[in-house]
């Protein structure tokens, strides 16, 4: 089960910090991913992370986003700096059964998601 926190709204330039609890077994290695879907764009894998400790992020968010996973691997973090407007939607955590993937920023590669969590950025 992957639950998600940390949204909300914040000005351009801003940075918020989200969250995606993981409950259930969390043994197996789990790819990770965020995703985001804007009103009237398509679902968008925004970072990845694999068992392997490789990243993937999407061209629009590099040098501005950080994914990265606690040692126990019972959250997954999306640390987002110099947020833009075009950021703004719902982020969605997911998981993989796979220690890692040929295209991880494919949302067909994921089997469990999480509920989402609203991301607002006003300019």
């Known amino acids: 089960r992957l639950v998600e926190s940390g949204g909300g709204s914040v000005q351009s330039g801003g940075s918020l910090r989200l969250s995606c609890t993981i409950s259930g077994d969390t043994d197996n290695g789990y790819s990770m991913a965020w995703f985001r879907q804007a009103p009237n764009n398509e679902l968008e894998g925004v970072a990845t992370l694999d068992q392997e400790g490789d990243t993937t992020y999407a061209d629009s968010v590099k040098g501005r986003f950080t994914v990265s996973q606690d040692n126990g691997k019972n959250t997954l973090t999306l640390q987002m700096n110099r947020l833009k407007p075009e950021d703004a939607g719902i982020y969605y955590c997911?998981?993989?059964?796979?220690?890692?993937?040929?295209?991880?920023?494919?949302?067909?590669?994921?089997?469990?998601w999480g509920q989402g969590t609203q991301v607002t950025v006003s300019s």
């Open positions: 997911a998981a993989a059964q796979a220690r890692w993937l040929d295209f991880p920023r494919d949302r067909n590669e994921y089997q469990h």
